[in-house]
């Protein structure tokens, strides 16, 4: 039996980059706990306390209705965010993210998100998936979910590129995955979609960017092949990296089984990332993440 | 060559306990910002937002002088620790944790300590070791270190262990740590040491405990072995967890090439379980740690 | 995309235990080789040269009909096996073993087997899913499978347990999977299965054998979680190990948080151990196994 | 204590590649056993069992006087490897592998090897320790081994090739070691030394070859780091691959501190090829490596 999830408590989720200097836990949390708020976790990350970035990411417990709510981000904003100049943003944790997947035909990773997501393990909405196949149609709507076929021809991609965008904007999505879609998003598009991407991709990178990473592995002889969750940005293959892990081979796997034991890593580890960012745990630093 | 240390800023560690309830952090980080400190990193765990303990470990940046560091703790202990019933203990990361070796005649965890220790890894003073054999004391010797030989003969145990007490007294240190010390330490002992002490044991505990770990596991044909450094109490190969991991075996690896691989195991979670300790990252919770 | 699979080759694989003396591998080899077959891999073990147990799989490429298959048995019995004392069997690749999974309200383990088979990564016929609930009906017959419903009623488990042999003699199987099934089974059913049967247990055993492994974990402060599959025997969770594997944990995972984690591990682990066993890649050695 | 060694075996170690064809075990296995020899291990692997390079490692058990030993090697010479074109060699286990290590003032690597070395896990004899520096002298003569410096100047390479060449043939050597020798050597030198040579690289590789591999891993933000062992060739960071070995890291470790990390998995991951290589363990398949 899946675990009964407990009720979800009324928990708010703070992330904060700004200029380093000191103060800053101090006057967060002082105007926090002045609103009733319980802080029931904290994490902080300093590049250099003397003249770094400061990242923070605070949860904590507090029944809000929504004009109070409001009022909260104002005053945080005046009193602290502004003085501070700090990056910032409040999320309700009870509030779950919505998300596209894009997938092409590997169902792997796809499956394993649904998967999750139906057991309870990882609280989205998934509004969409789009394939440029459609090979996985079956699949996802026996979650009795949304298949979306966007073929991308040879020569047309700008058009296959614009419905994707409309389907996007009309689910409306918080975050797009892609699943191992196999097809090269336009920088363009990555602004239009105005929410951020994920990625997986199939080698420990930045060794193996590019195309058929098991096969440079095997030529290679690695010993550890892997996989690499990171957002998408206008570089192929060199988004800021949110999770990665490796598996052990040896000299008896051919290119099939590397792919077989990669296939099982690359979900594992775009499952963690999705979790990670739709838990708010993951900012951008720059070409990296700080990840809470 | 060894990474040229930067030259240490002057970082305070404070640790607390205490019932959960509103406004911990806040009146933690006002107080210490109001004194000028600038807080570096900051954990904190509860286990249960509405019943539980917390627990936090701060690092702030702080130039003081010995009066005005008591002048801080005294208000802390006013403003901050009595009225939220805390336990709590403030060190300065500069001064050097004084740590006595116990070891037998295995010489893979003392070695790796004496050798991190002088690659400037483990930032710990080391004034003794103490064993019960006489095996290892040229080794000891060629770091500049003091051997004490303290023979454990049956029925004498007492004896060996008020001459121990005496050398851990005399020394005095802050931690005591078994490096593959095979004897037993009894209650009244650990209580006059009046400092904790750190054990190796040379499996994943709570698996085999007891004598001969690596035979037990060779016997029932475990796919991993393991090690587990822990404080030590009076139950043997029972008290809270500080570091464990596993290495994968096979069966080809008999009884010797299990102790060869656990020993490097060994080593390694040691290392970390002092180096953690030392400074300032455990906690002791129940029967458990919270390690941050 | 799936990876297409190469048209499988006429592999036969040859699994061999003995008492180990000079000669088996050279007397193995050369009658095989007599009969046309081209040795593609070969695996061996010894518990020890003088005076142990000499294991060995082999695997060879040869085409034959039944009655050249039959053939080749009955020489290599006459020849090699008898005079070596050999407990051996031959079994064709390409024939896919029958599985029986039983399992109760838990889906993780159950649907990666049958994602995995359904990919084609795990090459099993499984003609028979049995719940003592009805819960996962759905899911096992939305993978064009036959699902059975018996209930085991307190004070009514011989009934329960007729009824299931039934059904597995009716399958038949030659492999008996226990995805979290929360049944003990008992030693008579065992017997009358005439089929090994396989058990996914939710700890690193022999730590935390029994009931709620994940609370034992928790409540003992371990720092790794992990799985067992093994094989079943009368002694409950003391089978022979087959996998193992662990995912390092924290303080601030709570219960559900390591049932989630663990989750993870299990299916990995049992999908490994039902793999190898389906590939006759492991044999018994007692109360431990050996894995090529 | 450091386990007792075992009495070693008279085990004989024979290495072999060739065209894939069917017989390769049989005649070698038949030709062993005539000879009166225990076959205790066999491993092997074919690239493609139709068209590939078959690769064999077999330890069989075997006392030779030294002419009977010839007279084995000639008799294998003409009737096995000869007319399957094999390569192949045979070692006595029982004969120590010599070895020159190469380092500059990074201690952990080489001291790792030598503390191995003493304590009977790593059975090598290290005649000659060569360092560009002075800095390690008093450790490498406290291990009672000779240390030769050999300064490279700038400009002047080939000078220092010339006393670093005559150093090793004078000792001589079967295998050179770079423990962290930051120097690269010229091709002349590699095919003069007549030995292979294995280096330890301190990254993932492919991932961050060349200079600042833990600069350029925080730059990239990657999640694990990694070392690599692999026979030195004339291409840079390049040759095949022995071992490698990864370990989990955050935004919060530092360069400083993924040096600190880093370097216990260099040490772990040298001693494990060099290990592998001392005991035949390791075949060269063109651009990598099999690894029995």
């Known amino acids: ?38 802080i029931v976790r904290s994490d902080q990350h300093t590049t250099d306390p003397r003249d770094g970035t400061f990242f923070m990411r605070m949860e904590f417990d507090l029944v809000l209705s929504p004009p109070e709510r409001a009022e909260l981000e104002a005053s945080f904003a005046r009193e602290v965010g502004a003085p501070l100049e700090m990056q910032w943003r409040m999320s309700d944790a009870r ?52 298949f979306e076929h966007v073929s991308v021809e040879r020569g047309r991609r700008a058009e296959a590129e614009r419905r994707l965008l409309e389907l996007v904007h009309d689910a409306p999505v918080d975050l797009v995955v892609l699943a191992r879609y196999m097809q090269i998003l336009s920088g363009e598009l990555l602004e239009a979609l105005a929410a951020p991407a994920i990625n997986i991709h199939h080698s420990f990178l930045p060794a193996f960017a590019g195309a058929k990473p098991y096969a440079q592995a095997k030529a290679r002889g690695v010993k550890l092949i892997g996989a690499t969750a990171h957002y998408v ?44 960012h739709c838990e708010d745990r993951v900012l951008r630093a720059g070409d990296t993440t700080v990840v809470f």
Chains 1, 2, 3, 4 share one sequence.
């Open 1 to 38: 039996m899946t675990p009964a999830p407990a009720p979800a408590p009324p928990i708010t989720r703070l992330l904060i980059s700004c200029p380093d200097q000191p103060g800053i836990v101090a006057a967060t949390s002082r105007l926090l706990t002045q609103a009733g708020a319980n």
């Open 95 to 146: 509030v779950r993210k919505r998300v596209a997947i894009l997938v092409s035909r590997e169902d792997h990773c796809l499956l394993d998100l649904l998967w999750r997501r139906r057991r309870g393990e990882l609280e989205i909405d998934v509004p969409l998936v789009v394939s440029n196949h459609e090979t996985l149609r079956d699949d996802v709507e026996s979650f009795g979910l949304t």
């Open 233 to 276: 940005t206008e570089r192929l293959d060199d988004g800021p990296i949110i999770e990665q892990d490796t598996v052990r081979v040896t000299h008896r796997e051919d290119v099939p089984a590397l792919m077989r034991l990669g296939a099982d890593i690359e979900r594992t580890v775009l499952a963690r990332a999705v979790r990670w």
